[in-house]
């Protein structure tokens, strides 16, 4: 079993596949946008490996991080989420920032990746709140039921994003706010942060 890869970047494919070579054997495998933008042809590269094994295929997901490839592994054991989705929601958000997504059962940020409708969204809350490290005291069930922290985290992302603030920015000032607290509240510090770091 491949745990991971060091060698060379031979090539890299717009469908997220770099072929790598190591000890004069040529790897095809599998990566996010993120790492493939970091794999430049001709450099020397590091990277986690997920080995997949199918009854057709054997297949290869490489990973710039272990927390990366540790979280593409607990999202395996997802009731219907394969290889395809896992790889599609570490595209859209980082480990930490699905942490963060699930704690406060933020179903909108889950549905910005392809393929995952509010219905995936919600079961993925809930199996994910009892893989992935998160502050104690957080259930998926209390955080998404109107009216709780999660609710009101929801609701102030939504209206960050309608004022013009991107993802990143949202995540990073959503990760800086105190988890419990009404919506109006929470968009209001969540305005004093964005302004002062846009300052």
Known sequence: MIGSLR???????????VLL????VG????????????????????LY?????REDAELLYGFASRDERATFEMLLRANGVGPALAMAILATHTPAALRDIVAAADLASLCLVPGVGKKTAERLVVELKN???????LTASV??????AGAAAAEVREALAQLG???????EAMRELPVQGDSSTMLRDALKLLG???A
């Open 7 to 17: 060698g060379t970047v031979i090539e890299r494919t717009g469908d997220g596949e």
């Open 165 to 171: 603030y991107s993802t990143e920015e949202i995540r």
């Open 196 to 198: 002062a770091r846009r």
């Open 131 to 137: 893989r992935l490290s998160l502050p104690d005291g």
């Open 49 to 53: 490996v997920h080995h997949h094994l």
């Open 21 to 24: 070579e190591v000890c004069g």
């Open 27 to 46: 790897y095809r495998v599998l990566v996010t946008p993120r790492t493939l933008g970091e794999l430049e042809p001709t450099t020397t590269a590091f």
């Open 143 to 148: 955080l998404a039921a109107p009216g709780s």
